[in-house]
């Protein structure tokens, strides 16, 4: 017997020993948490498991033993016992009791690093923590494998709604081919506001901030950061393969203007920010090929974007309004399902940390020594992520031209050299003494539409061009 | 050692050793299904399963072991070897190599029976079954949790949309408070076309018919009988006891005006067949009062019912159109969550039974002796179903009465006599000789609500009241 198999034995042996006691109704003992972070999200946690009643009766095997903060002075709205508040992290990861880390302190370190230390220390992980893990989920999953723990993020994307274990479970049965989401709720309370009353991203912002829907430094909300953080998570989740976040396209909302909102209104269309992740030019379906295609493939490229986009009032992503998330799933053979709720918000998302928490409790009393592979990330390659311009898509743009006779003429003849095929142009009114013209096309491939645009910006006639939005 | 610890010996004694194969690297072998039915949703099941590239790996360890049909003749969209097929549907839930049987022939005999052998025979169950499981769902997980099978049920409401799965799982960490879904696809569909077009029930009825969305007996469907077994079925997950159907309130679309539906779109309502489950009259909380409550008490009843309802334009539920179904979650902490998506058909439905399938796989080859929490369905107690009188809702109710003076003054008298109080009452014109008024009530009692209105329909002054709905 060689060194591994003992290990083997011995990892083996416990669960055995669990399994026994549980078969003659010896009760397993209680789940030990380490909770790292007592803010908005940790105190939701604790609340929701303290007050356990009327709940899945498994999170009364659930201990709070140790809670880490920063300051023990600060006053907390709920209430610990001494000895468990303590402000050293670190030793929470160590401690030996401790089986489940929940890692709700955000940002990127020192919470990678925490992290990775009780997963080496064989600790099962629960964060809502998307900003590590879209960027540093490549490291954490390597390790969580490798000491057969599990990393749970279902607090990571879409606030409370169960989004991440259907996606691993329920839907995974399909071959998804698009995952369409409005993941961050700052930016589509901002939108649903524009369309609603007709007013700037600017004032909006100010009073959002103002109301505390959106912060301070909105950067990460309005620039489209934290949405490309969610949709690298849901398209790895999606797609089997893991994502570089660098190859995620990123645009915010801060040139929608009012004017389009209105525009699009009139079209038949909101403007809403998307979080796309979608397979592309899927070839001919062959048992063959089809066979490496869990994890996407050179042959299944996707495409992984965060954009304003056009939306069909009759989708079903038109009419998601104000704090809201909702994710829209795609695959065969099951159709489009869709996924709505708080996106945020103490509540929801303790909700979602308590749902992964009760999954690992389930786990640990099931005391096998084989891992849930339905509760795993297992995708260990990248998906091969298809640049910008490869994309096809429709396009919604907005010109101020001079007024004179034959514009969109020149405009047609320029796009028609590109193999841009237009759906309509519209002259919709002046603006001073241009001429405003709006153009929706066909589908077309974006590297097409933009070299189209490089040209038609050298025309004599044409202005500007101040609006420039992808349609779905 | 009794008899029963030897059984439990024996009982672990199998799982260990498969505990012991997986971790030396001994491939877990097929778990072989036993499908019986190969209608649309049978067909579409052995479709999915056969092209299992690209869905989750683990599907690969299914096998397609046999399939019960009716007749071996009958041409099929599916090549199945001929061993496979039988007509003998009874020895494939007494055939010792099957692990799962697959009921998805619908109805209630022999579904019931062979699920209830199957289970004593101690397979795993996946059934798409809503009529058997509301009707004899006591039966059956009393047999399942006396033999530790599971029978899984993500198919039997609405279609693809994993809703059972997170039920059992995410959600229950919440206190639900109400379960509100439109989980019928037909009523939908004929609501979503009569509020569309303004036509009548019966011209949108025959054209469903024809276009093969309705049956040519629509009764389950336009009676609202399909939902009441589907809101049973919710109702007993989210609220963790069983259901009486008798006990479940049930009104179809048949009385639905289109007159109605005008008027509710100018009060800003759609009508929709709603399956409503809402725990009623909570009492203050109280921790003591609390720990009882996973099971509804009698101090937390229920109400359970499907009824035509006006719903506000700018509800989550408002825009589900068409064939489509939703299911609205609501709950503490999380507050709403709402699933979308296909509630039937072939592809949809296999999806489903196929969730179950991949989660029942996971469980064989965890090979715990241990049954998970998260799969099973526990309660063992009856729900506490308040009667229909004591519901408190909104009415809105039309009148046609006598074109005389003071009418709304004796209604508004009569309401008020037996506590109901009025929102609004508007003469919306006349029909012929008789004056037509719409009634909104604030919330009342529905018991006190009934009296006044028996009371109203012995006026002079009073020729009818077509119409009478709950408002949401």
Redesign the interface.
Known sequence: MNNN?HK?LV??AL??LQ??L???GIRFVGVKLGILGLGTVGT?TV??LQ?N???????RDVQIYRVGVRSLDKPRMVELPGAVLTTDLAAIVNDPQVDIVVEVIGGLEPARSLILKAIENGKHVVTANKAVISRFGDEIFTAANKAGVYVML?AAVGG???VI??LK???????IHTVTGIVNGTTNYILTRMQAEGISFDDVLADAQKLGYAEADPTADVDGLDAADKIAILASLAFGGRIKLQDVYCEGIRQVSKTDIAYADKLGFVIKLLAIAKTVNLPPIS?TL?????ASTPDHPISVRVHPTLVPKAH?LA?INGVYNAILVE????????????GA????T???V??D???LV?AL??????P???LSC?HQDYCQITPLEELVTRFYTRFLTKDQPGVIGKLGTCFGKYSVSLESVVQTGFQGELAEIVVVTHDVREGDFRQALAEIRTLEAIDSIPSLLRVL
């Open positions: 198999q083997d990892g083996w669960p055995t399994l026994l549980v078969k003659f939701g609340q929701l007050d009643a009327g709940r899945h009766p498994l999170l279902e409370g709604i169960p274990q259907p479970q329920s839907l995974s049965v399909n071959r048992p089809r066979e490496a295609t869990y079903p009419s695959g065969e053979p099951i159709g489009q399902v869709m996924f709505f709720g708080p918000g103490a509540g929801a303790a909700s979602a308590s749902s928490i009760l999954n389930a009393q099931a005391s096998t020594a084989t849930n592979p339905l297992r």
